[in-house]
């Protein structure tokens, strides 16, 4: 029982709580972005979204980051929240809810300038994902 609550102590991190959206777009495609160079995990490819900043909702943050990220406008309504991960990375413990958009204003663009594919959910598994990422291509195949 020492042993079991030593373990769990040693495990202790930081948690950082991350919203991501998958867009779907008329086609039933997803989009996916590559981290850009210089980030953390560079080079995967992720579904958009960002860290929960203090006072905000995860809905408050994808509706911020999709702007900011895709130049594309997001109704709360329109955010439907699918499923979450939760991933141990070496320094800290990642909770991801991930919601589902059909619906925005504006044309998805590459505001920050990284690369954006549309993808069907039975290719996602063709790219990298960041671990966190990994476990929700399942969930997104399963419901389009």
């Given at each position: 029982m020492v042993e079991e609550r030593e373990s769990r102590t040693s495990e202790l991190k930081r948690l950082v709580l991350v919203a991501a959206c998958a867009l779907v777009d008329a086609d039933g495609r997803v989009l996916i972005a590559r981290r850009p160079e210089g980030k953390p995990l560079a080079g995967l490819w992720e579904f958009p979204g960002g860290k929960v900043e203090p006072g905000e909702t995860p809905e408050d943050t994808l509706i911020r980051e999709l702007h900011e990220e895709l130049g594309i406008d997001v109704a709360k309504a329109c955010l439907a929240?699918?499923?979450?991960?939760?991933?141990?990375?070496?320094?800290?413990?990642?909770?991801?809810?991930?919601?589902?958009?059909?619906?925005?204003?504006?044309?998805?663009?590459?505001?920050?300038?990284q690369a954006l594919e549309w993808v069907r959910p039975v290719g996602l598994r063709a790219y990298p994902m960041p671990p966190a990422d990994e476990p929700l291509v399942a969930v997104l195949r399963d419901l389009l």
């Open positions: 929240p699918l499923s979450f991960a939760s991933h141990a990375y070496e320094d800290f413990h990642l909770l991801m809810p991930l919601y589902v958009c059909r619906r925005w204003e504006g044309q998805v663009q590459p505001i920050e300038g």
